[in-house]
């Protein structure tokens, strides 16, 4: 492990409000990872960067981190079971819905943790306890401090482990004078994404002009205004089907939802990727645009405009 993370320059917006911008998809590949790692840069080290896409982390490929610390991080208990006060009835076998049951022995990608067969094991054998779920790091990378996490194959309540590395995110932001931190949602509108956007002040959705593109879009956003949360899109790679992307500014200047990016398709995206840098520090079409429209992402998330 490294040593402690470096203190940075302080950096305030004036009401010393710690404010959080969560950039999400309503599905996958929409180029959001690529982003958040180009705000990373743009940010010039003021802020905390967040990976709460927990089930498919990818920011740390880009940023390359070095983890300075990591913790545990429990979920569903496990269902353990004392031979030596075991007689072998069944009865827990027999009541266990999700068969995680067998031979006297808990299947522990089976195990709910509803703890039934505690309850009704007549010689009190079965005992719950902790399950190691995933772990969450505390990293420093040449960008700034970011906050990532991983879950175990197979284990659920991603929602959590979202919500833990979220609230790490905050306490390390504001341990080091920091007024802001820039989360990587998950794509989709489940549970890691509401996790996600929860107590965010800004949420920026990117999306592609397609078909499906445009579907998931109107999802996430109706998610976002579910919330309460203040919500503007990104089109990337709009010219590849400008007709498409048409649509989607006519369908949000209808819903009064800010459109703040057009990003066009550019095949330094690739090339950063490939080089593990953000495609702002290679320069093009595709950096031109982010650069131009961080200042409006930034200005809204602060009421600058």
Known sequence: MAGPLPEPA??????GRLKQLTVISGKGGTGKTSLVASFAHLSRGRAVMADCD???PDLHLILDPTIVEAREFHALKLAKIDKSRCTACGECKARCRFQAIRDLQVQRLHCEGCKVCQLVCPEEAITMVDRLAGHAYLSH?????LVHARLLPGEGTSGKLVTMVRDMAS????????????IDGSPGIGCPV??????SDHALVVTEPTLSGMHDLSRVLEVASHFGID?????????????NAAMIEDRCRSA???MVARIPFDPQVARAIVARRPVVELGGPASEAINDRWAAV????????
């Open 54 to 56: 927990v089930d498919a």
């Open 171 to 182: 306490a390390l932001a504001r341990k080091q004078g920091m007024d802001m931190v820039i």
């Open 256 to 258: 009064g939802v800010p």
């Open 194 to 199: 509401i996790a996600s956007l929860t107590a």
């Open 298 to 305: 930034h200005g809204r998330l602060f009421g600058k405009i």
């Open 10 to 15: 302080l950096h305030h917006s004036g009401d």
């Open 141 to 145: 990378t040449r960008l700034g401090p």
């Open 231 to 243: 919500a503007s899109v990104c089109i990337n790679k709009y010219d590849l089907n400008k007709e």
